[in-house]
T-cell receptor
Framework: AQSVTQLDSQVPVFEEAPVELRCNYSSSVSVYLFWYVQYPNQGLQLLLKYLSGSTLVKGINGFEAEFNKSQTSFHLRKPSVHISDTAEYFC???????????FGPGTSLSVIP | DAGVIQSPRHEVTEMGQEVTLRCKPISGHNSLFWYRQTMMRGLELLIYFNNNVPIDDSGMPEDRFSAKMPNASFSTLKIQPSEPRDSAVYFCARTYIQPGTGSNTEAFFGQGTRLTVV
């Protein structure tokens, strides 16, 4: 079975400061990794994904994430956040041989002016 | 619009009433998922279909919940009878399963239906 942990339920950060949202996963099989963002009253939309290849993945809105297999982590980073980045962020995994998407509990990012 | 249309966007109903939530994914994407989101439990997978066939319904909380996918472009989630604890946002999502791998590479979500049972 797979599971996803997001240790920080809430992350406040000042505008233009860097941010890192942490994600760790547990799986006995290979997985694909994703970060989704949910703005208020909206559905989830894909920020970025890791399928294979380079462990540093760049996504939309200036976000990037790095896959670390030995630490089973996929942390999300942005060097300078904007007010518009205030949202809920979900880390997710999908086993490469299966189609079920498992989501973490989410991290609420609040950008302070 | 990620190609998934959910209706209604908001639903308020009285306890005991039947509620039907609808989802219209773009055809050509062969898996469909129903999720429930609450503050307490986060995102929960209720059921998913592949090629219109229910594959895993282990997340459906009770017999009061049922889901159907009569064709590739339409799915329903029904709650009968509804209870206040069913109040949540229900999301429908579609994915495309890569031939040969059996795995999807991205999920596209609708905007959700906010259900309130009073």
């Amino acid at each position: 079975a797979q599971s996803v942990t997001q240790l920080d339920s809430q992350v406040p950060v000042f505008e233009e400061a860097p941010v890192e949202l942490r994600c760790n996963y547990s799986s006995s099989v290979s997985v694909y990794l994703f970060w989704y963002v949910q703005y208020p009253n909206q559905g989830l939309q894909l920020l970025l994904k890791y399928l294979s290849g380079s462990t540093l993945v760049k996504g939309i809105n200036g976000f990037e994430a790095e896959f670390n297999k030995s630490q089973t982590s996929f942390h999300l980073r942005k060097p300078s956040v904007h007010i518009s980045d205030t949202a809920e962020y979900f880390c997710a995994v999908t086993p490469t041989s299966y189609d079920k998407v498992i989501f973490g509990p989410g991290t609420s990012l609040s950008v302070i002016p | 619009d990620a190609g998934v249309i959910q209706s209604p966007r908001h639903e308020v109903t009285e306890m005991g009433q039947e509620v039907t939530l609808r989802c219209k994914p773009i055809s050509g994407h062969n898996s469909l998922f129903w999720y429930r989101q609450t503050m307490m439990r986060g995102l929960e997978l209720l059921i998913y279909f592949n090629n219109n066939v229910p594959i895993d319904d282990s997340g459906m909380p009770e017999d009061r919940f049922s889901a159907k996918m009569p064709n590739a472009s339409f799915s329903t989630l029904k709650i009968q009878p509804s209870e206040p604890r069913d109040s949540a946002v229900y999301f429908c999502a579609r994915t495309y399963i890569q031939p040969g791998t059996g795995s999807n590479t991205e999920a596209f979500f609708g905007q959700g239906t906010r259900l309130t049972v009073v």
